[in-house]
């Protein structure tokens, strides 16, 4: 199992970035697929998740401004991010979970920066 996020950059407060996670390999689509993140000096932290049926958990910093969203079809994650903030600076993180022969195992993208400019 293999994901690739992208779509990371630079971008001034206030403005839009649109994040995608493609994964390859035998992922297990009833599980949920989420994006966390992680600051310099801090711990990392989620940032959404999105179940098989579409439900989602946000953190509460970025409730109303950023959106999750997954097309199973193409084993993709997406998070759309609004009103960014410098606060939201951190490499961002996808995950997914797959299977390892009979074991299911969590697995993580590369990571892709984020930075937002004041």
């Known amino acids: 199992v293999q994901l690739q996020a992208s779509g990371g950059g630079l971008v001034q407060a206030g403005g839009s970035l649109r994040l995608s996670c493609a994964a390859s390999?035998?992922?297990?689509?009833?599980?949920?697929m989420g994006w966390y993140r992680q600051a310099p000096g801090k711990q990392r932290e989620l940032v959404a998740l999105?179940?098989?049926?579409?439900?989602?958990n946000y953190a509460d910093s970025v409730k109303g401004r950023f959106t999750i969203s997954r097309d199973n079809a193409k084993n993709t994650v997406y998070l759309q991010m609004n009103s960014l903030k410098p606060e939201d600076t951190a490499f961002y993180y996808c995950?997914?979970?797959?299977?390892?022969?009979?074991?299911?195992?969590?697995?993580w993208g590369q990571g892709t920066q984020v930075t937002v400019s004041s």
């Open positions: 995950n997914a979970w797959g299977l390892n022969g009979a074991r299911l195992e969590l697995y």
């Open positions: 999105i179940a098989d049926g579409g439900s989602t």
């Open positions: 390999g035998s992922i297990f689509n009833a599980k949920p």
